[in-house]
């Protein structure tokens, strides 16, 4: 069973940043994927960015457009997404989620089995 734990999200201006945090625990796989997406009031789920675990490949999320970053710590078992930039549509809660079909880029949520609780980002206007 892998476990993980969001933190992070917060209360911003557009303009602004924020650096949110996935600690990955339990008993994770040699290889695998982890996502994060995050769900808007009303809306899906959305697909944001992924890395796999030895931090050689990352894909983002078209509208990502240079403005997300994301990373791993292996030393620390943490996984990051830096946010930058900030507008009000990329309000809602982000989750990391992991999948261990790590020889392709999984970007829709059904393929995740392993979910985090969630952090809420709100950016006002």
């Known amino acids: 069973q892998v476990h993980l734990v969001e933190s992070g999200g917060g209360l911003v201006q557009s303009g602004d940043s924020l650096r949110l945090s996935c600690v990955v625990s339990?008993?994770?796989?040699?290889?695998?994927?982890l996502a994060w997406f995050r769900q808007a009031p009303g809306k899906e789920r959305e697909f944001v960015a992924t890395?796999?675990?030895?931090?050689?490949?990352?894909h983002y999320a078209d509208f990502v457009k240079d403005r997300f970053t994301v990373s791993r710590d292996n030393a620390k078992n943490t996984d990051y997404l830096q946010l930058n930039s900030l507008r009000p549509e990329d309000t809602g809660i982000y989750y990391c989620?992991?999948?261990?079909?790590?020889?392709?880029?999984?970007?829709?949520?059904?393929?995740?089995?392993?979910w985090g609780q969630g952090t809420q980002v709100t950016v006002s206007a």
């Open positions: 890395i796999n675990r030895s931090s050689t490949s990352t």
């Open positions: 339990g008993r994770t796989p040699s290889r695998y994927i």
């Open positions: 989620a992991v999948t261990l079909r790590w020889w392709y880029t999984p970007v829709n949520a059904e393929e995740y089995a392993y």
